[in-house]
């Protein structure tokens, strides 16, 4: 991790609708690096509202990155992506679409969308511990994101 990012909270914003997953996902995710303040939204709507910072979200933190279920109650993941990336405020924030889906139609479409990469969720939880484990490296230690401040 680098020296800046030691300091600093790494915003991760979870769309999720399964409180199980959600449950599973806090556990490993904060299991692997202490330094990931976890938010989570349950359906695309509130996603949105959260990005937005729209009402109960007023002043809510930008992350840094977003891990985004595809098939959630109100507004898709899809359309969340698609929201997400037509908006320039919001482009510059990584998204990873992890899902329980692998139709390559899917995949394709996410790619469309400008998804920076799909995961499927694995069943096994050493599987999932070990994915998870892969996105904090990655995402979260090696990749360099312009924070809020930089983006105009």
């Keep these: 991790m680098n020296e ?9 914003l979870l769309v999720e609708d399964s409180a ?7 556990e490993v995710l904060l299991g692997v690096n202490d330094s990931i303040h976890l938010l989570v939204v349950s359906d695309g709507v509130e996603a949105m509202a959260f990005l937005n910072r729209e009402g109960n979200y007023v002043g809510s933190p930008r992350p840094d990155l977003i891990l985004l279920d ?33 139709f390559e139609a899917d995949i394709v479409k996410s790619y469309q969308l400008q998804a920076n990469c799909y995961l499927c969720k694995p069943v096994q939880l050493s599987e999932f511990e070990t994915l998870m484990r892969t996105i ?9 994101v312009p924070k809020q401040t930089q983006i105009q």
């Design 70 to 102: 595809l098939n959630l109650p109100k507004m898709d993941g899809r359309e969340v992506l698609a929201c997400i990336k037509a908006d320039a405020k919001l482009k510059t924030i990584p998204v990873i679409v992890l899902t329980v889906s692998d």
């Design 136 to 144: 904090n490296r990655f995402w979260m230690t090696a990749v360099r």
């Design 4 to 12: 800046k990012q030691e300091n600093m909270a790494i915003e991760v």
């Design 20 to 26: 199980g997953d959600v449950r599973l996902m806090r």
